[in-house]
């Protein structure tokens, strides 16, 4: 069994091993709920937030936010486009899309000075492909393009459910 820290570079390595062995591992959830909020703490000590109120609302709206992505994401891969061996549940997704976020981590460095925002932006669209091999492993594709398509469906319905929420918010 890999240590925590090799799953987190495996991870961002774009490894599908390192996917399809936390996909299995139950036990490795809090570890993955663990990589979301230091990614997402990450994000918030990037782009300058510095008071404990906005990063805990921070932290709260990130792991909301991936869970939402996690059941959208496990309706569309294995409901609406399921391949020939698609077999996921929302432990599954959950674990293998938590470790996705591992090259957001990166993103703490988003304060640095003309190259700052690069990094963050660099990061974010990391986290994305990582994303994507994450779905094509929980999935059992054999397509990276059928998760890219998953990825895409459930990002466009996730943006307009987030965008909304935030739009009656204001």
């Known amino acids: 069994m890999s240590t925590l820290a090799n799953r987190i570079l495996g991870s961002a390595r774009l490894d599908s091993q390192s996917y399809e062995e936390v996909e299995t591992d139950s036990f490795a ?8 909020l ?3 703490l990450a994000a918030a000590i990037g782009t300058g ?12 709206a990130a792991v909301v936010s991936w869970i939402i992505w996690v059941l959208l994401t496990l ?17 599954q997704v959950l674990r293998t899309t938590g470790f996705s976020t591992s090259p957001g981590i ?11 925002w690069l990094i963050f932006a660099g990061a974010t ?10 779905v094509r492993q929980a999935m059992d594709y054999t397509s990276t393009a059928r998760a ?8 466009i ?14």
């Not at 998953?150 to 990002?155: A, K």
Request: net charge positive; aromatic share 14%.
């Open 38 to 40: 230091c990614s997402s």
């Open 29 to 36: 959830n809090i570890q993955a709920v663990g990589v979301v």
């Open 157 to 170: 319905v996730h943006g307009l459910l987030f965008f909304g929420f935030v739009l009656t918010a204001l």
């Open 49 to 60: 937030i510095k008071d404990a109120g906005s990063i805990l609302q921070i932290l709260i």
């Open 125 to 134: 669209l990391w986290m994305l492909f990582s994303f994507v091999v994450a």
């Open 75 to 91: 309706f569309i891969g294995a409901r609406l486009l399921p391949g020939n061996k698609t077999q996921a549940d929302f432990g």
């Open 106 to 116: 990166l993103r703490v460095f988003g304060f640095l000075p003309l190259v700052g």
């Open 148 to 155: 890219v398509v998953v990825c895409l469906l459930g990002w």
